[in-house]
C-alpha cells in the first residue's frame, strides 16, 4: 500500500508561527523525508466558507496568501500537491454519500464540533454545512487514499469520525476506502504555540499572532510587548519562567548555538532560566534574545515570499497544476465509491445487460 498524507489549512488569513510550530514545519520534514509516495495540501476553502458564508471575499482574498506561505516555508511543489478544495467536486459528492452513514446525534456529540460551535457563536443555529464539517473531512481524506492525517490533539475526534465512515462504508460496500492514521505533535508545545498575549493559543481572530510574513520592525514590536511574569517588576526580582510567553516561546526555538552567538554568558536555556528565577535578569535581555532567534527563523521565509509575490503567476500556476492533479486523483475514487455502492450505472454495460436480461 502507498503511503499518502493529506493535509491543509483555511484560507482565513495569513499563516503564523503558531502554523509554523504546529504544522508546517513538520509538512516539510516529511516532505523530504522520502517516506511517502504522495503528500497532498489542501486549501480548505470550502470550509473556511461554512463560517464565513457571508463574507466570500475573506476567503478568496486569502487564498494566494496561504500558497505563498507554503512555497516561502518550502513546501515543494515537485514533491508536494497543492491544490484548492472548492474545485474538486468529487470531494462534494463523496461528502454527499457519507452522510448516510453518519447520524445527526454522533455530529452533534464530536467534541471538536462542540467547541468549535461554541466558540463561534453557533449554539442556537448552526449552519447545516458547519455541523457537517466532519463528513466532509472524511471526503477529504478518503478522496486521496490518505493512510496518514497531520493534525493537532484537538482534531482527533474528527480523524475517528473519518475512521467511523471508513469502517461502515466497507462494511456495507466491500473493502474501497483506506482507513487513515492520525499524525500528532511530539509535544504540547508545537500542539498549542500560546499568543503573544499569553492568554490564549496564537490565533489570527485575537490578534495575538506573529505572521510569517511579518516584517524585522513588527516582529520586534510583538515580542518586545509579549506577556511575561507580572511580578517581575525590577531586574532583581525573581521571575516565575512557567508561564512566561518568552521562555515558552524559548523552549520552542532557541538552541545551543543561539546562545553563542547572541547570549555567550550562558551556555543554554537552562542555565538563563536559573538565572531568571533567582532575580538579576531583566525581560528586556530575554525578548532581545528571542527577537535575534525570531529574526534569524523568519527572514529566510519572508525573503523568498516577497521574491515570490513579484512572480505571482507562478503561484497560481501551481495552484492550477495541483488542483487538476488532485481531481484526477479524486475522480478514480469516486469512479470505485460509486461502483461500490452500484450507482455507476452508465460506466459500463452491466447496467444495461441486467435490465435487458430483466425484461427479456
Given at each position: 500500500?502507498?503511503?499518502?498524507?493529506?493535509?491543509?489549512?483555511?484560507?482565513?488569513?495569513?499563516?503564523?508561527?503558531?502554523?509554523?510550530?504546529?504544522?508546517?514545519?513538520?509538512?516539510?520534514?516529511?516532505?523530504?523525508?522520502?517516506?511517502?509516495?504522495?503528500?497532498?495540501?489542501?486549501?480548505?476553502?470550502?470550509?473556511?466558507?461554512?463560517?464565513?458564508?457571508?463574507?466570500?471575499?475573506?476567503?478568496?482574498?486569502?487564498?494566494?496568501?496561504?500558497?505563498?506561505?507554503?512555497?516561502?516555508?518550502?513546501?515543494?511543489?515537485?514533491?508536494?500537491?497543492?491544490?484548492?478544495?472548492?474545485?474538486?467536486?468529487?470531494?462534494?459528492?463523496?461528502?454527499?454519500?457519507?452522510?448516510?452513514?453518519?447520524?445527526?446525534?454522533?455530529?452533534?456529540?464530536?467534541?471538536?464540533?462542540?467547541?468549535?460551535?461554541?466558540?463561534?457563536?453557533?449554539?442556537?443555529?448552526?449552519?447545516?454545512?458547519?455541523?457537517?464539517?466532519?463528513?466532509?473531512?472524511?471526503?477529504?481524506?478518503?478522496?486521496?487514499?490518505?493512510?496518514?492525517?497531520?493534525?493537532?490533539?484537538?482534531?482527533?475526534?474528527?480523524?475517528?469520525?473519518?475512521?467511523?465512515?471508513?469502517?461502515?462504508?466497507?462494511?456495507?460496500?466491500?473493502?474501497?476506502?483506506?482507513?487513515?492514521?492520525?499524525?500528532?505533535?511530539?509535544?504540547?508545545?508545537?500542539?498549542r504555540l500560546p499568543g503573544?498575549?499569553?492568554?490564549?493559543?496564537?490565533?489570527?481572530?485575537?490578534?495575538?499572532?506573529?505572521?510569517?510574513?511579518?516584517?524585522?520592525?513588527?516582529?520586534?514590536?510583538?515580542?518586545?510587548?509579549?506577556?511575561?511574569?507580572?511580578?517581575?517588576?525590577?531586574?532583581?526580582?525573581?521571575?516565575?519562567?512557567?508561564?512566561?510567553?518568552?521562555?515558552?516561546?524559548?523552549?520552542?526555538?532557541?538552541k545551543d548555538e543561539d546562545?553563542?552567538?547572541?547570549?555567550?554568558?550562558?551556555?543554554?536555556?537552562?542555565?538563563?532560566?536559573?538565572?531568571?528565577?533567582?532575580?538579576?535578569?531583566?525581560?528586556?535581555?530575554?525578548?532581545?534574545?528571542?527577537?535575534?532567534?525570531?529574526?534569524?527563523?523568519?527572514?529566510?521565509?519572508r525573503e523568498k515570499r516577497?521574491?515570490?509575490?513579484?512572480?505571482?503567476?507562478?503561484?497560481?500556476?501551481?495552484?492550477?497544476?495541483?488542483?487538476?492533479?488532485?481531481?484526477?486523483?479524486?475522480?478514480?475514487?469516486?469512479?470505485?465509491?460509486?461502483?461500490?455502492?452500484?450507482?455507476?450505472?452508465?460506466?459500463?454495460?452491466?447496467?444495461?445487460?441486467?435490465?435487458?436480461?430483466?425484461?427479456?
Open positions: 500500500m502507498q503511503k499518502i498524507i493529506l493535509t491543509g489549512d483555511r484560507p482565513t488569513g495569513r499563516l503564523h508561527l503558531g502554523h509554523y510550530v504546529g504544522s508546517l514545519k513538520r509538512r516539510v520534514e516529511l516532505q523530504n523525508s522520502g517516506e511517502f509516495d504522495k503528500i497532498y495540501i489542501m486549501i480548505a476553502d470550502a470550509q473556511a466558507l461554512t463560517d464565513n458564508f457571508d463574507n466570500p471575499s475573506k476567503v478568496r482574498n486569502n487564498v494566494i496568501e496561504v500558497a505563498l506561505d507554503y512555497l516561502a516555508v518550502g513546501i515543494d511543489p515537485k514533491k508536494a500537491t497543492i491544490f484548492v478544495q472548492s474545485e474538486i467536486s468529487e470531494l462534494t459528492e463523496l461528502t454527499f454519500y457519507y452522510m448516510n452513514l453518519v447520524t445527526l446525534s454522533r455530529l452533534q456529540r464530536n467534541p471538536t464540533v462542540k467547541n468549535e460551535i461554541k466558540l463561534r457563536g453557533f449554539e442556537k443555529s448552526i449552519p447545516v454545512g458547519f455541523l457537517n464539517y466532519p463528513i466532509s473531512q472524511a471526503a477529504d481524506i478518503t478522496a486521496f487514499n490518505a493512510t496518514c492525517v497531520p493534525v493537532g490533539v484537538d482534531q482527533l475526534p474528527m480523524i475517528e469520525q473519518t475512521r467511523e465512515i471508513v469502517h461502515s462504508f466497507n462494511s456495507i460496500y466491500g473493502n474501497t476506502l483506506t482507513m487513515p492514521e492520525a499524525e500528532v505533535p511530539k509535544s504540547d508545545l508545537e500542539q503573544t498575549d499569553g492568554k490564549a493559543k496564537m490565533s489570527k481572530s485575537l490578534g495575538n499572532c506573529i505572521y510569517l510574513s511579518d516584517d524585522e520592525d513588527t516582529i520586534k514590536k510583538k515580542v518586545m510587548s509579549m506577556y511575561t511574569d507580572p511580578n517581575h517588576i525590577r531586574v532583581e526580582d525573581p521571575g516565575n519562567v512557567e508561564g512566561n510567553v518568552v521562555f515558552t516561546y524559548l523552549d520552542v526555538f532557541a546562545f553563542n552567538k547572541y547570549l555567550p554568558e550562558y551556555k543554554n536555556l537552562d542555565e538563563l532560566k536559573e538565572h531568571y528565577r533567582r532575580g538579576g535578569l531583566g525581560d528586556v535581555v530575554i525578548k532581545k534574545f528571542l527577537n535575534n532567534i525570531l529574526q534569524d527563523l523568519l527572514r529566510p521565509i516577497e521574491s515570490l509575490s513579484k512572480n505571482i503567476t507562478y503561484v497560481y500556476d501551481v495552484l492550477k497544476s495541483g488542483t487538476k492533479m488532485a481531481q484526477e486523483e479524486a475522480n478514480k475514487t469516486i469512479k470505485s465509491v460509486k461502483k461500490a455502492m452500484k450507482i455507476d450505472y452508465f460506466a459500463d454495460d452491466e447496467f444495461l445487460n441486467e435490465i435487458v436480461d430483466k425484461y427479456k
